[in-house]
């Protein structure tokens, strides 16, 4: 099989976080500060990174700007001709430390909101007077010039609020806003019952995007994410299984996506043991569902085999136990029915328990506030 080069690296760099956001994607199970990658280690990444091809490096987490030595990475990455991009929370940043990241070369910043008022994002997120401190960091990003993409992560708490969302990405000066629906995998899976919004909810949302885009154009895009539950086609996950990304976990450990250690069974190597590029070409983890050989029926004879790439294989591992299934969200899946019932379930139960991460037990959120 001829193997392209991956498009982006998604540079993990820490998973060390003072949010602690109910839909979190990180693994439930986070890498500790004492087995992160040093500095000198992630710098041959990216050199490793530029020479296999890679064209854009994400600085992502936990919290990217935990690290002191940022934006040390971020200038080694715009010096190699790496288009640099920091998903960050913003809770950690000073304003200088934003100019010094601009001044290093940072091209663009994708900033993350929970909510549009100071108590639902607080809550969702688990941090006091973080949402105070997001709107001041959009006020630095766009001082400093950079490209500024917001993040709304909606859920069944905050989907009544889009048009809101939307209004107040066009007031901070964003380009491009993100309205992404959780992705059930690490802390979003656990907390799904509370989390899942109803379709209703969802036929709301979509109209009131729609709307928006005709009404932005040229002012704002807006990229939107329905629920995978509610959907009839899956996601091509990662553009495709080793075919676009390459994660790096604190660690060092080369994933296929961020999700991908929830796949039992999986072998990852390490930047520590390999070159970036043996890796990408050789690794038993990469190799596994790459490309259509390893597909099942129905995708194995599907016209969209080489569309959406039989969906998310870390989806298809939480709903039914094998990864190697095809993604129950498709309505060709035998088992598609059965998710958008358990979506439904879930929604109309209206759950208002969930778990942060680092509590002992689920917690009643209403009384957390
Ligand atoms: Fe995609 Fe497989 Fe569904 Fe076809 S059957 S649409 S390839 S997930
Ligand atoms: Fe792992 Fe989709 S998140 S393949």
């Known amino acids: 099989m001829n193997i392209d080069p991956p498009l982006a690296l ?7 976080c003072p949010m602690r956001c109910l839909y979190c994607s ?22 490793e990174a530029a020479d296999l091809g890679v064209y854009q490096v994400h600085f992502s987490g936990g919290e990217p700007t935990a690290r002191k030595d940022l934006g040390e990475l971020v200038q080694h990455a715009a ?12 809770v950690l940043l000073e304003s200088e430390d934003l100019f010094r990241l601009a001044d290093a070369g940072l091209e663009h910043v994708q900033l993350s909101f929970q ?30 010039g950079m490209a500024f993409t917001v993040n709304a992560v909606i ?12 209004e107040l990405a066009v007031e901070l000066g964003a380009g491009r806003l993100e309205v992404a629906s959780v992705q059930y995998y690490g802390w979003g899976l656990k907390n799904r019952a509370y989390l899942m ?24 895009t807006i990229d939107y994410v329905i629920p995978d539950y509610y959907a009839r086609r899956p996601k091509a996950c990662m553009g495709g299984w080793g075919r676009r990304f390459v994660n790096i976990d604190p660690s060092g450990r080369v994933l296929p996506c961020h ?21 990408w070409q050789h690794s038993d983890a990469f190799n596994r569902f ?59 139960a209206g759950t208002e328990t969930a778990v942060y991460r680092g509590a002992k037990k689920e917690s009643v959120l209403r009384d957390l506030s």
């Open 26 to 47: 990180n693994p439930v199970n986070l890498e500790p500060a004492s087995r992160e990658l040093d500095t000198a280690t992630w710098l041959r990444v990216l050199d």
């Open 79 to 90: 010096e190699l001709d790496l288009y640099t991009n920091l998903i960050t929370s913003g």
């Open 290 to 348: 790459r490309g259509t050989e390893w597909m099942p029926e129905p995708c194995a004879s599907c016209d969209f085999r080489e569309v959406d790439w039989g969906g998310c294989r870390c989806q298809a591992m939480a709903l039914t136990g094998d990864a190697a299934q095809t993604d129950p969200v498709c309505s060709l899946s035998p088992l598609h029915e059965s998710v958008r019932v358990l979506a439904e379930r879930e929604a109309g």
């Open 10 to 16: 998604l540079a993990e760099i820490t998973h060390r």
């Open 115 to 144: 909510d549009t008022d100071a108590a639902g994002g607080d809550r969702i997120g688990g941090l006091k007077d973080a949402h105070r401190r997001k709107l001041e960091v959009a006020g630095w990003v766009v001082d400093a």
């Open 259 to 279: 999700a991908a250690t929830t796949i039992p069974g999986l072998t990852f190597d390490t930047v520590q043991d390999h070159a970036l590029e043996h890796i």
């Open 155 to 166: 859920h069944r708490h905050n989907a009544g609020r889009v048009g809101e969302m939307i």
């Open 197 to 220: 919004p109803t379709e209703q909810q969802l036929d709301a949302v979509t109209e009131i995007v729609e709307a928006a885009r005709d009404r932005l154009a040229g002012v704002l």
